[in-house]
């Protein structure tokens, strides 16, 4: 086990979980310098990155070969390599349970296998979004299993992930929130974390940072949220409410835009909220803004199959949904509004294709889909096109030209098209 230095030579970190957030930061950590083991208890994930294949859309097959060739990467489903680490980065899922509670299972277990081979000196950072109290109540009285003391033997912190899917920002630039559970391990976050990004933030603890992440979160979810109930007025009052939002965008000063939208989607905006309404509950108090809503979201996608089953001429339509993930340009199909459409369409017996370049193939309930290619002949047999996701690799003029009707839910064609087969949301 290496110490911690002013240098990454020889500085070996593991980074638990190889999804959307840990895979990138693997990455970033190897560009800096640092030997890296990434872990996941999903085999199929290691086989694909050892075979060198990316199943992550932000990151190409060569990016993967890059990894492996800089001769410090490395990835496992065994937890052994931690025992040589001088670093372990968390960055495992926190979902929501079926009865909407937080889903701590993840981090508990990687914090399990993680004291199975603890050493002194070590730091463990926790990068999964999470209420506060969790690394001080939850994490660290498992890795104290261990036989070893935080704050003596062992250190730890919280530093949120604040990695954005499909956007090209380069992730260097986004500033590093870390808050530790001492100084000690507030000093060692900082010094692993300085080498990688152009910012570090230094908080004042482990519960601000945890909260940091939930605060940025939460603000986008109660916005969004806004902007949806407004979409739905606004269809009474015949006013195009991404008009308005260009027209109060151009004062500059006091406004940030936020767009309606079929739903909110993704591992983050709209479960940290309910991860933040959960803990304010258990002190007797309750967040009003984040109910309402989450009731507004959960809404969204009824409203909009009664949009799209109201352009059809017929109640038996057949119906072409554009993008399925939760947002453009991205695999990513967690809590995603149009997956949700796409199934209760297809159960209340509809006829609903659907097109996707990042979804190949899905399964719902007992059948299997298959993206179709767009044409104008798949176009003109559709009754309604529902644009749900805006990727950008979509051909929208040829949607526009041969269409006979279209749910515009991302305001692709912008608000100064005029035609007269295009609705927007």
């Given amino acids: 086990?290496?110490?911690?230095?002013?240098?990454?030579?020889?500085?070996?970190?593991?980074?638990?979980?190889?999804?959307?957030?840990?895979?990138?930061?693997?990455?970033?950590?190897?560009?800096?310098?640092?030997?890296?083991?990434?872990?996941?208890?999903?085999?199929?994930?290691?086989?694909?990155?050892?075979?060198?294949?990316?199943?992550?859309?932000?990151?190409?097959d060569d990016d993967i070969h890059a990894l492996f060739q800089s001769g410090r990467f490395s990835c496992d489903t065994s937890f052994q390599p931690v025992a040589h680490s001088s670093a372990i980065i968390i960055c495992v899922p926190?979902?929501?349970?079926?009865?909407?509670?937080?889903?701590?299972?993840?981090?508990?277990?990687?914090?399990?296998?993680?004291?199975?081979?603890?050493?002194?000196s070590q730091l463990v950072v926790l990068e999964s979004s999470t209420f506060p109290g969790t690394t001080e109540d939850y994490v660290i009285p498992i890795l104290e299993g261990s036989g070893l003391t935080a704050g003596s033997d062992f250190f730890v912190a919280y530093s949120p992930e604040r990695i954005n899917p499909g956007d090209s920002f380069d992730i260097r630039k986004i500033p590093k929130v870390v808050g530790g559970m001492d100084s000690e391990s507030t000093r060692l976050a900082v010094e692993i974390y300085e080498k990688v990004f152009e910012r570090v933030v230094v908080v004042s603890s482990v519960r601000v940072a945890e909260l940091t992440k939930l605060l940025e979160n939460t603000q986008r979810f109660i916005n969004i949220s806004l902007m949806n109930e407004l979409a739905m007025i606004c269809d009474k009052w015949k006013i195009n409410l991404w008009e308005v939002i260009d027209a109060a965008s151009t004062k500059p000063y006091g406004f940030t835009p936020y767009?309606?939208?079929?739903?909110?989607?993704?591992?983050?905006?709209?479960?940290?909220?309910?991860?933040?309404?959960?803990?304010?509950e258990k002190y007797g108090y309750s967040l009003e803004f984040i109910?309402?809503?989450?009731?507004?979201?959960?809404?969204?996608?009824?409203?909009?199959?009664?949009?799209?089953?109201?352009?059809?001429?017929?109640?038996?339509?057949?119906?072409?949904?554009?993008?399925?993930?939760?947002?453009?340009?991205?695999?990513?199909?967690r809590e995603s509004p149009a997956l949700r459409i796409l199934r209760e369409l297809r159960a209340n017996g509809l006829d609903v294709m659907y097109h996707d370049p990042f979804v190949k193939e899905i399964s719902i309930g007992m059948d299997s889909l298959k993206s179709v290619d767009i044409t104008p002949e798949v176009l003109r047999e559709m009754d309604v096109v529902a644009i749900l996701t805006n990727h950008s690799n979509v051909d929208y003029e040829m949607i526009m030209q041969h269409a006979r009707a279209v749910l515009d839910t991302r305001n692709v064609f912008g608000t100064a098209h005029h035609r007269p087969n295009i609705e927007s949301l």
């Avoid at 309606?260 to 304010?280: A, K, T």
């Avoid at 959960?298 to 947002?327: A, C, Q």
Wanted: net charge negative; aromatic share 6%.
């Fill in 291 to 333: 109910k309402l809503a989450h009731r507004i979201n959960e809404e969204m996608p009824e409203y909009v199959m009664e949009r799209i089953m109201r352009l059809s001429p017929s109640s038996r339509p057949r119906l072409l949904l554009v993008g399925l993930t939760y947002k453009p340009d991205v695999n990513d199909l």
């Fill in 94 to 120: 926190t979902p929501l349970t079926e009865e909407g509670q937080p889903d701590l299972s993840y981090v508990t277990a990687a914090s399990a296998s993680i004291a199975m081979f603890l050493q002194a």
């Fill in 259 to 280: 767009f309606p939208g079929p739903g909110v989607g993704g591992h983050c905006i709209p479960v940290d909220p309910l991860y933040l309404q959960w803990v304010v």
């Fill in 1 to 60: 086990m290496q110490d911690i230095s002013a240098t990454t030579q020889g500085v070996h970190i593991c980074v638990v979980g190889m999804g959307y957030v840990g895979l990138p930061l693997a990455r970033l950590l190897v560009e800096s310098g640092y030997q890296v083991t990434g872990i996941d208890i999903d085999e199929k994930k290691i086989r694909q990155l050892l075979s060198g294949v990316s199943y992550l859309s932000d990151l190409s």
